[in-house]
Structures are given as C-alpha cells and as structure tokens.
C-alpha cells in the first residue's frame, strides 16, 4: 500500500559521470511490439510451454508489447534503457502534476513546508483542484528526504461526512521503539497521531489546522530534548 511519503522517497536519479561537463536528461519512450519472452528455444534456452487455462484471453502469451524509456546524457555519453511489459496493469500513461503531487511547489504553512503528495485514495480526487495530502518538512528544505520529513497530513471525512484533516508528526525509522506506533507499511513511521476527529487531539478541520498541529508536536519534542 502507497502513501504519501512514496511520492518523494524512495525514488532515484540517473547519475551522470563525474566529468560531465553539461549534465542534462534526453529522454524518450517507445512501444515494442511483438516481443518474444525468454525461453521459446532462441539461442540454446529450453522452450518453456505456454500453460495457462484460458490461452485465448490471457495476457502473457509468447509475445509482448515493452514499453522502453531511453534516458541518454549527450555530454557524458551516459545512457539507461529501462524495459517493461506494456499490459492493462502497466506501460505508459499520461498525467499531470497536479494528480502526481510530485512537481508542484510545497507551501508554507504554519512555519512548515507542505508538498503536495499523490492522494492514497483517489475517492473524489477527481472533482477537486487542490492536492489533499502532504509531506511535512522544515522550511528552508530544498528536496524532501528521510532526513527532513517531519510529518504528514492527509485529507479524511468526519462523523457527518463533514471535511478533517489527519497528521501525523515527528519521525522515526521502523524499528526505532515503541514510541513511533504510527505509518505502518511506510519508509517512516511517527510519534503523534491526530485523525482529525478529536482522538489525538483538537478536531483539524483545515491544511492550516492540521500544520499548527505538527508545528506543536515538534516544539515539544525539542522542548524535551528530541532531534526531530
């Protein structure tokens, strides 16, 4: 299960040669039709039995479609070619940052960075031109890492279908100790917990509600000797 912290973390950037003197992407992506998987006899590889029920409609036949993205330095000469199966659960598409997160500016809010985030649950996404969930960061923070993820804030529904904002503040890694029970399943988990309802404290109606919320965890957590 993705949340918003598989927005920013996690990812990795092609790098360039130490020398390169113009470091610079070129890329492109193209659709190879026809492909044939490994094992049908090519080059001495034994000849492995297509052997699903319903050979007519299935989708991993003796061919494929691959997607190919090529990604080529033309300073440094560096070049990555990245291959998948182009299926109905996979391949290209076409989108926008505004439904990525990913690309849009943060905002300072309550003395603290909010970037926009890809929505766990797309429920409504559609209808809304605001991003509904967020990494929390420090201002001043150029690039989000593990280092300067202070909390997160997402987008819920009240008792009576109402708008509340959940967060959660200050950070550890898996493993760390009882005390950061919460984020389970992601790279961070957290300390503090609001769902917005009032369990964790005050009812967070707003964005800006919700950063206050974070911002005083954190001064606390500072206040009784903590790094976060």
């Not at 904002?165 to 898996?174: E, H, N, Q």
Request: include cysteine.
């Amino acid at each position: 299960m993705r949340g918003p912290l598989d927005t920013y973390l996690g990812w990795e950037k092609p790098e360039h040669r130490r020398d390169c003197k113009k470091p610079a992407w070129d890329v492109s992506v193209r659709v190879l039709e026809g492909e044939y998987r490994r094992g049908h006899g090519f080059h001495g590889e034994p000849v492995v039995r297509h052997a699903c029920a319903d050979k007519e409609y299935c989708d991993h036949g003796p061919t494929y479609d691959a997607t190919v993205v090529r990604i080529v330095c033309l300073s440094c000469g560096t070049a990555r070619v990245i291959t998948g199966e182009k299926t109905p659960d996979t391949g290209e598409s076409l989108t926008s940052t505004k439904w990525l997160g990913y690309g849009l500016p943060p905002r300072k809010v309550g003395g603290l960075l909010l970037w926009p985030a890809e929505p766990w649950l797309y429920m409504g996404r559609a209808d809304e031109a605001e991003p509904h969930d967020f990494v929390v960061t420090r201002p001043d923070v150029k690039q989000v890492t593990k280092d300067e993820v202070v909390g997160q804030i997402g987008k819920g529904t009240g008792e009576r279908r109402g708008v509340v904002w959940t967060a959660l503040a200050v950070t550890g890694v898996p493993g760390s100790g009882g005390r950061f029970e919460y984020g389970y399943g992601g790279p961070l988990r957290f300390e503090h917990c609001n769902d917005g309802r009032g369990r964790g404290g005050s009812p967070l109606r707003t964005v800006n509600a919700a950063a206050r919320w974070v911002g005083a965890r954190l001064a606390e957590h500072q206040t009784q000797g903590g790094a976060a």
